[in-house]
């Protein structure tokens, strides 16, 4: 355990001049009203129990405004019982201003000014900086050991480590105007003409628990998918099950491999469709230095690998290089697979989020780190290889309800962990607020401090940085004169 660590585990000391500073709580913080004098909120950490609160403790929190010091706090509260667990409000306010707990903030100056969220944003990322305390000793093949080893309880792996889009978008949701993500792709695919004919064999690369194929078989008839052969392909063994058992659930010839895409164990030309959701800033990144750029001499045969990979593709880098560049190796490698294993007018769809100029940045993530992808580097290497591509926002390519307004993932997080205290469940999804009253029923009044976002603005999930990459490689088949639909072909008059 690093020295900050153990730093994070250690309640304040309230004295100094952090007596003169004066806290906020958290803006939008989740109240849950359990009983008629008990309330409860949730830490940031997963791992600390909910903090439950008597009406002396309420007052506490509720006092945290910004208007009263630490000091005056500590002199009204301190000595006073705040927690049904016999806690002190001292006790409390050593600890909630720490980033474990993160329910409040102290300081001189509001963490406001102008832009109110912004700076709360800032203070999240700092929170989030705190799980990587390790960050700089994390090698570029973290990646694959986490994925190896790293994911124990994958049931709650999307609720609470990564949750992703089409995790939130797993079922059919009025923010996707009544349907499911998986359900609006099959539809996708059908309109660009990807089902006519239909393609041999899918290969669906990070299905995480399998929701995708699931919500595809509901949007094509059984004749659509007669003789379709789907592969899931996953470096983490324990989905596999969960997607074979979803997909097989769902009507589909499903197999699995447990692999890493960046090797892909198919023969060339033996795959019609990829599919590849929110995986691709999982893949190794090659983190090189300015001097190994510019010399083009790599430290490490890895790096060496790598530039060379860059020189091999002409991949134009923007010069001056800053003193530390990743490069979306891994990501090129599964490129260079997909042109390899892809059939003559085989398609793939990757989406990802991801930056259009300037060099990625690392996403810390519980336990990991992700890395933006490059899209234009990308796409420059599957146009180099000969595809023909396609690209736009996520939002674009789904056609999202704009006007929608779905709860703060912040806040559906908390609902989670709150209900979880209560012996309930409750699924992390994008919710609007009629379709959370049907999820809580009476239990919602009982809740405080729930906000909704419209669905692309960026305080939501960043639904603009998520991008779809539509490659097609030449040399199919002409296309039929017909579609196909619900087992009638229909023909075109020309
Ligand atoms: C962020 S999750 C996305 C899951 C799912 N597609 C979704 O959108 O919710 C990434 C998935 O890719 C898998 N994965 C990560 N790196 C991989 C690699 N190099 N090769 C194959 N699978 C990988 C993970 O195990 C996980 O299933």
């Known amino acids: 355990m690093t020295s900050s660590r153990v730093a994070s585990f250690q309640p304040l000391a309230l004295e100094g001049e952090i007596l003169q500073q004066r806290a906020w709580r958290m803006p939008d913080l989740v109240v849950y009203q359990h009983g008629p004098d008990e309330w409860w909120v949730a830490p940031l950490d997963e791992d600390l129990p909910v903090v439950r609160l008597n009406r002396m ?4 929190l509720g006092a945290m405004d910004g208007r009263l010091s630490i000091q005056a706090l500590l002199n009204q509260f301190g000595k006073w019982i705040c927690g049904p667990n016999q806690e002190t409000g001292r006790w409390f306010l050593e600890r909630w201003s720490l980033p474990r707990y993160s329910l409040c903030y102290f300081g001189t100056d509001p963490p406001s000014g102008h832009n109110v969220n912004a700076k709360w944003d800032l203070l999240l990322q700092k929170v989030r900086e705190h799980w990587h305390e390790n960050v700089t000793v994390e090698s570029e093949t973290h990646l694959t050991a986490f994925h190896h080893q790293g994911i124990q309880h994958h049931h709650g792996h999307f609720e609470i480590v990564e949750t992703t889009v089409s995790h939130l978008l797993r079922e059919p949701c009025e923010a996707l105007n009544g349907f499911s993500y998986g359900q609006l792709l099959a539809k996708t695919f059908r309109q ?3 089902w006519s004919p239909k393609p041999r064999r899918i290969v669906e690369v990070g299905a995480g628990l399998g929701y995708l194929s699931q919500e595809m078989a509901k949007e094509l008839s059984p004749l659509e998918r007669r003789g379709v052969e789907y592969f899931f392909l996953d470096l983490t063994r324990p989905f596999l099950h969960s997607q074979l058992t979803l997909a097989a659930h769902a009507g589909w010839d499903a197999r699995a491999v447990n692999a890493n895409a960046e090797r892909l164990p198919f ?22 230095s300015k001097e190994e750029l510019d010399a083009r001499v790599g430290k490490t045969p890895e790096h060496q690998q790598c530039l060379d990979l860059i020189h091999t593709l002409r991949l134009n880098l923007d010069a001056p290089y800053p003193d530390d560049a990743i490069v979306n190796s891994g990501a090129m490698h599964f490129l260079m697979e997909l042109w390899r294993v892809l059939r003559p007018g085989g398609r793939a769809l990757l989406v990802e989020f991801g930056i259009d100029a300037g060099w990625p940045d690392p996403v810390r993530l519980p336990g990991h780190t992700e890395y933006e992808v490059q899209f234009s580097h990308l796409r420059h290497v599957a146009q180099w290889l000969g595809f023909r591509e396609q690209y736009c926002a996520l939002p674009q390519l789904l056609s999202i309800r704009r006007d929608t307004q779905v709860l703060c993932t912040g806040a559906a997080y908390a609902i989670r962990r709150l209900q979880e205290a209560e012996g309930k ?3 992390v999804r994008a919710y609007t607020e009629s379709e959370l009253q049907r999820t809580l029923g009476e239990t919602l009044a009982r809740f405080t401090g729930l906000h909704y976002h419209h669905v692309l603005d960026p305080a939501w999930f960043g639904l603009w940085d998520f991008k779809a990459l539509i490659l097609e490689k030449p040399g199919g088949m002409p296309r039929p004169a017909y579609k196909e639909s619900q087992g009638f072909r229909w023909y075109s008059q020309r």
């Open 57 to 60: 403790g309420a007052s506490l």
């Open 425 to 427: 469940t409750f699924a």
């Open 192 to 194: 660009l003409g990807w």
């Open 267 to 288: 023969a060339d030309a033996t795959v019609d469709l990829v599919i590849d959701n929110e995986n691709l800033a999982d893949m190794t990144p090659t983190r090189l």
